[in-house]
């Protein structure tokens, strides 16, 4: 299985949004509305941020929002701030009921 | 809360075997619900490597699957992984975490533990 393709990097300035593709296949991404994303910080485990595609988790920030259309999800970010520089990998479920993640991107709040 | 441990040698030699286990506490293992593995490679991104229902029930990496075991210790409340023939390749963080409810994400994860392959 092959990886999902995210951009490498993006970046923002405090207040802004940001938007993180995430393309799979019709097998992946596009078949199924089991998208997920996490948010990693230097040294630390990851975290849920978004599941099944638009839901999210308590005690995340509204500020995050998840969609979706066709071979490719999204994650937004709303009002940047500082604390959400990170990496933020996607994750789907597979037609071979596997799972698969995205290669991360590295988000920079400028 | 859901609160998972990793645990095991952190340095593995060359075509030996990696094992590793994941302790579970604030949930019981034999409860509805999926238990996984993921790596992540220095400075890579995440690898999903496989998961398990407490039924003995797995799915694994198709990548990995020949070399890869999981199994569930229900009288402990703690989940295994063994990596075997294991290389510089397989040096990685290793996570271990509990999936949702519908199957598709991991909901809570360990801290995490880094194992080294070398000789």
């Known amino acids: 299985q092959s990886a999902l393709t995210q951009p490498a990097s993006v970046s923002g300035s405090p207040g802004q949004s940001i938007t993180i593709s995430c393309t799979g296949t019709s097998s992946d991404v596009g078949g199924y509305n089991y998208v997920s994303w996490y948010q990693q910080h230097p040294g630390k485990a990851p975290k849920l941020m978004i599941y099944?595609?638009?839901n999210r988790p308590s005690g995340v920030s509204i500020r995050f929002s998840g969609s979706k259309s066709g071979n490719t999800a999204s994650l937004t970010i709303s009002g940047l701030q500082a604390e959400d520089e990170a990496d933020y990998y996607c994750s789907s479920y597979t037609s071979s009921g596997t799972r698969v993640f995205g290669g991360g991107t590295q988000l920079t709040v400028l | 809360q859901v609160q998972l441990q990793e645990s095991g040698p952190g340095l593995v030699k060359p075509s030996g075997t990696l094992s590793l286990t994941c302790s579970v506490s604030g949930d019981s293992i034999i409860s509805t619900d999926w238990w996984t593995w993921v790596r992540q490679s220095p400075g890579k991104g995440l690898e999903w490597i496989g998961e398990?229902?407490?039924?003995?029930?797995?799915n694994y990496n198709p990548s990995l699957k020949s070399r890869v075991t999981i199994s569930v210790d229900k009288s402990n409340n703690q989940f295994s992984l063994k990596v075997s023939s294991v290389t510089a390749a397989d040096t990685a963080v290793y996570y271990c975490?509990?999936?949702?409810?519908?199957?598709?994400?991991?909901?809570?994860w360990g801290q995490g533990v880094l194992v080294s392959v070398s000789s």
């Open positions: 398990i229902y407490h039924s003995g029930a797995t």
């Open positions: 975490g509990k999936v949702g409810t519908t199957g598709s994400y991991v909901e809570h």
């Open positions: 099944d595609v638009t």
